[in-house]
């Protein structure tokens, strides 16, 4: 078996989805997943039932459902910022 140079054949999934025009869409939808399975893990690690958590966001249980829901991509940056101070983090953005 030969070795062959370490390189990128053809292009990357990145170029696919701009291509199809889909690139935004699954990105942020990417983005929601990760951010409804971290919150949902921290819960899980304070022993946070949804209740307790939407009553530390102000916001009402249906809310939070929204929110923890990864398919789900209506959330407001408000939102995100009120559930992370709610289990003592911080949300931080960046543009690239």
Same mark, same amino acid.
């Given at each position: 078996m030969t070795s062959r140079a370490k390189g990128r054949? %053809?292009? =990357?999934?990145?170029?696919? /989805? &701009?291509? !199809?025009?889909t690139h935004a869409e699954v990105t942020a939808q990417a983005i929601k997943r990760? /951010? +409804? &399975? =971290? $919150? !949902?893990s921290m819960m899980k690690e304070q %022993? #946070?039932?949804?209740s307790a958590l939407a009553e530390r966001m102000h916001t009402s249980r249906s809310q939070l459902? &929204? $929110? #923890? !829901?990864? +398919?789900? =991509? =209506?959330? @407001? #940056? !408000? @939102? /995100?910022? &009120? +559930?992370a101070r709610a289990v003592g983090r911080k949300l931080h953005l960046e543009l690239r």
């Open positions: 054949i %053809g292009s =990357s999934f990145d170029d696919f /989805l &701009r291509e !199809d025009g990760v /951010l +409804a &399975r =971290s $919150l !949902d %022993g #946070l039932s949804k459902d &929204r $929110l #923890l !829901d990864p +398919a789900n =991509s =209506s959330v @407001t #940056l !408000d @939102t /995100l910022v &009120r +559930a």
